[in-house]
């Protein structure tokens, strides 16, 4: 008899909305459940428990949780404060403890990175990127985040990629100055699900496919997605979030920009087989943040 996998548990937290599963892997998914993440931290955690906990009455134990949240994150495990989310612009979030709470709550091993991270060691475990070393997962929704694999490794340094925070050489003509708190204009400022509703008046949801206001938004992450290629050189660039998968349109436009921003220096189609196939939806679909948070969890077993 094979022997069953140990269950796992599983948090998201999104810049908008928290989402918690319970399971094993995407195939075996018993508890899935959400809660708006708002600007009270200690009224989304104690809620995040309650939904971890009613399903562990269903089904029994985890033995382990992992963690995938917005940022910035202290990452350093010789930090006094590890696990802790630090400058973000969430109003009520920064500074905020996340993973010590939980941790003592279930008193099981934890697995702690952003969303983005989370995301990426799903998709090369189970999804788009599965077989890859090197590729990069790109979340356009209420933020820009990006997360890389390097030579089978997530990308650390003193902390983790914050690529959304990039400056870009800004599209002629367009001048708008951007919503990012500390930057105005870098690539979240300009194209990210808040962005966009600030310079539209209306959530990204529900912008025509023809406004105009898509031509920055598409200007700002062929840039971001040119710095990407040419720094790690990824085999792959999955683009998610809730901005590109209302409107997968956009992946077309973002594949023409990076050919035209590259201008010859390098040919994706030689190098990486078809650009269609390199720049691509996540195989997990919006599944691949929360199968993150149980990828990580995997890991801290």
């Not at 077989?131 to 340094?157: K, Q, R």
């Not at 400056?167 to 870098?186: E, M, P, Q, S, V």
């Not at 085999?235 to 992946?251: D, K, S, T």
């Amino acid at each position: 008899m094979t022997p069953s996998k140990p269950l796992l548990g599983g948090v998201e937290l999104g810049g908008t909305k928290c989402v918690c599963l319970i399971g094993t892997g995407p195939d075996d998914i018993r508890v899935r459940g959400s809660v708006p993440t708002g600007n009270d931290p200690l009224a989304t955690m104690i809620r995040i428990e309650e939904i971890l906990r009613d399903g562990m009455a269903v089904h029994g134990p985890i033995r382990a949780l992992g963690i995938a949240s917005f940022g910035p994150l202290d990452l350093s495990r010789q930090s006094p404060t590890y696990g802790c989310i630090t400058s973000t612009g969430k109003p009520g979030w920064r500074d905020t403890p996340v993973a010590a709470p939980l941790a003592h709550a279930f008193e099981v091993p934890v697995g702690f990175d952003t969303d983005v991270n989370g995301a990426a060691l799903a998709e090369g475990r189970w999804g788009a990127a599965k077989g890859f070393a090197d590729f990069a997962y790109v979340t356009v929704g209420t933020g820009v985040g990006v997360g890389l694999m390097v030579n089978g490794c997530l990308a650390h340094g003193f902390g983790h990629p914050e690529l959304g925070h990039m400056r870009i050489a800004r599209r002629r003509g367009d001048n708008w100055k951007g919503t990012c708190a500390f930057h105005g204009d870098c690539v979240e400022g300009l194209a990210s699900g808040v962005a966009i509703a600030a310079r539209a008046g209306v959530p990204a949801d529900q912008l025509p496919a023809d406004s105009p206001i898509w031509a920055p938004v598409v200007h700002a992450l062929a840039q971001l997605l040119h710095t990407l290629v040419l720094a790690t050189a990824p085999r792959r660039i999955l683009i998610g979030g809730g901005v590109v998968h209302e409107r997968p349109q956009l992946l077309d436009q973002l594949r023409g920009q990076l050919i035209a921003s590259l201008h010859g220096c390098l040919d994706l189609d030689e190098l990486t087989g078809d650009i269609d196939r390199y720049v691509l939806s996540p195989g997990l679909g919006p599944l691949a943040g929360p199968l993150g948070a149980l990828a990580l969890a995997a890991d801290a077993l």
